[in-house]
């Protein structure tokens, strides 16, 4: 009995340092991909980038399983998610010529900067009320993900031209990540039946062979969809709760005239 006790608390005692494991693993990612941006191929950089958010996410599955989640775990997540989804993209698209130190289009970067820093430390101090199925604003990782992956598929499929329209799309990144729109998170707690979980398990196969066959054709159009989605279903709540409420104020009317 006593070496189930002990067992427990050694679990107990170890939880904090298994998702810890991963946050240290996300931090090197973007110390390495910070390092790849000052070489002779910098769009290698966005690799480490892909890594260090697929860590994250571990690192936050692996917190709320073993809760090992902890007030320093929190922070030094936060500086590991500003290293690799906020420094290292921006230094990436100063490498790649999206920007130089000389023009104004370095605000460009500094907006991003900005914008990747307040969105961390607002979900710092707001994550309690961050909803069960979604976050607000976009996610750090998402729009690190959406400058890497976008910066090695324009290489991909055409001359790597980076002018007025890349950055307006870095602008938009950094907006989304301060505003209030909801993002959906990746495994959202939803209840499915069977058929309708049998049938998902197709495309879910076939976006993750490609995810692994065709990573550079997969990555970027994937997250442009979720950022599009996103800001579709937050339209659509918004134009709801506005027709509601004009409802709800016609019908007060009617009783009050009545």
């Known amino acids: 009995m006593r070496n189930d006790t002990n067992r427990k608390m050694g679990i107990k005692r170890f939880a904090p340092a298994i998702p810890g494991f991963f946050t240290f693993g996300n931090l090197v990612c973007g110390f390495f991909a910070l390092l790849h941006t000052m070489g002779p191929k910098p769009e290698n950089a966005a690799w480490f980038i892909f890594l260090g958010a697929f860590l994250d996410l571990l690192d936050g599955k692996l917190a709320r399983l073993t809760r090992g989640a902890t007030r320093i775990g929190i922070q030094l997540d936060s500086l590991a998610d500003f290293m690799t989804f906020g420094v290292a993209p921006v230094a990436l698209m100063h490498s790649v010529g999206l920007f130089t130190l000389r023009d104004w289009k370095l605000a460009v970067g500094i907006l991003y900067l900005f914008a990747s820093a307040f969105r961390l430390a607002r979900f710092n101090v ?90 550079v054709y997969t990555i970027y159009p994937l997250i442009v969809i979720y950022i599009i989605v996103g800001l579709i279903r937050e339209l659509i709540y918004t134009l709801s709760r506005r027709t509601a409420r004009t409802l709800e104020s016609e019908d007060n009317d009617e009783i009050l005239s009545g």
């Open 126 to 215: 707001s994550a309690k009320l961050e909803g069960a199925n979604h976050f607000y604003g976009l996610p750090t990782p998402c729009a690190a993900i959406a400058v890497a992956g976008g910066i090695l598929f324009i290489k991909k499929v055409w001359p790597p031209v980076y002018g007025t329209g890349a950055l307006g799309s870095v602008a938009v990144l950094a907006w989304l990540m301060v505003s209030n729109v909801r993002y959906p998170k990746w495994f959202p707690k939803t209840d499915l039946s069977k058929g309708v979980k049998s049938l998902l398990i197709i495309p879910l196969f076939i976006v993750i062979l490609a995810l692994i066959l065709f990573p």
